[in-house]
């Protein structure tokens, strides 16, 4: 059946919270798009007259669809290049959804969105449609077809490991450019003894190039063994800029709520660096240098005003 014109405008009411809860499920923000544009072609195939609750609808078949999606995507990441890291997406971006709660703006976090990869794809629906979005046991079980009790069992057993592999604590914007701050003054410095002084003793670092960009394919693990890398990372060098085209301008902003730098080259992001910080110090250095992973924040940051560089790169 043809679609209305209100119909249509119904679901693009709908597209803002229908991509951030596919973003939180999927760690990609293309698969996202595509879930909800399926979502929109499902919607368009079906008899919108005789569906009562419409937002209800959309959550369902949305949440299936990433399902879908969820599953073989654990068969594609293992044989994933080097270290699979979710896409990040820089401040303001209307696919980070709502952000009114301290559950809603952790739930989008770098850290979690990669904790939230343990899970299993009902455990990470639950977690995501109960925290993120505050839907009730009852229309959760609806949506994923179980029982309200199976809903509220996953839900304890997804926020467990997601508690137990979680060190983070929530910054403001002002504290979150102090770090990134002492970071590259750290970084640029030459020496490894500020950076270790940075990061916890645990501290790991992780990069994510997808094959198509250099990364080591194990993370770094250990305030020495990460300073050391990261003191190597910034220090100047041709085969870098070659490697590169060029000498990236480094920018301090935050991405999925943490704190980032990110770096841009002839108007393209080239990488986003996000840090999980603790009072303790700085716990994980994650490094998306994918450029698959980066047309969407390189789009974002098109469209907004950044100033000028904190430093060039290499």
């Not at 595509?34 to 949305?62: C, M, S």
Request: hydrophobic share 45%; with cysteine.
């Amino acid at each position: 059946m043809a679609l209305t014109i209100e119909d249509v405008d119904r679901f693009e009411a709908s597209r803002p919270r229908l991509e951030a809860i596919a973003y939180r499920l999927l760690g990609s923000a293309s698969e996202a798009e595509d879930a909800v544009q399926e979502t929109f072609l499902r919607w368009q195939a079906a008899d919108v007259g005789q569906i009562r609750v419409p937002e209800a609808w959309l959550t369902k078949v949305l949440t299936n669809l990433c399902l879908n999606q969820l599953t073989s995507a654990r068969a594609r990441r293992e044989t994933y290049v080097g270290e699979w890291l979710p896409e990040p997406l820089l401040a303001g971006d209307p696919m980070l959804g709502p952000a009114d709660t301290a559950e809603q703006r952790e739930s989008v976090s770098y850290a979690v969105l990669v904790l939230l990869e343990r899970l299993s794809p009902n455990e990470r629906a639950v977690y995501v449609l109960r925290e993120a979005f505050g839907y009730p046991h009852r229309e959760i079980a609806a949506i994923l077809d179980l029982t309200e009790a199976a809903s509220q069992q996953l839900h304890h057993r997804a926020r467990k490991h997601v508690a137990d592999g979680k060190a983070r604590t929530e910054v403001d914007e002002a504290a979150a450019r102090r770090i990134v701050d002492e970071f590259l003054a750290a970084a640029t410095s030459g020496r490894t003894e500020p950076l270790v002084r940075l990061l916890t003793q645990d501290a790991v670092a992780v990069g994510d190039g997808g094959g198509k960009v250099p990364a080591r394919a194990k993370a770094f693990r250990g305030a020495l063994e990460v300073a050391t890398f990261m003191r190597g990372l910034f220090k100047p060098g041709k085969a870098k800029r070659a490697l590169i085209g060029g000498s990236p301008g480094v920018h301090a902003t935050t991405a999925n709520g943490d704190p980032a730098l990110v770096a841009v080259l002839d108007g393209r992001i080239v990488g986003v660096i996000c840090f999980a910080v603790t009072p303790e110090g700085i716990t994980a250095i994650r490094s998306q240098v994918n450029p698959d992973k980066l047309e969407r924040a390189t789009r974002h940051w098109a469209g907004t005003d950044h100033g000028e560089p904190l430093l060039h790169a290499f």
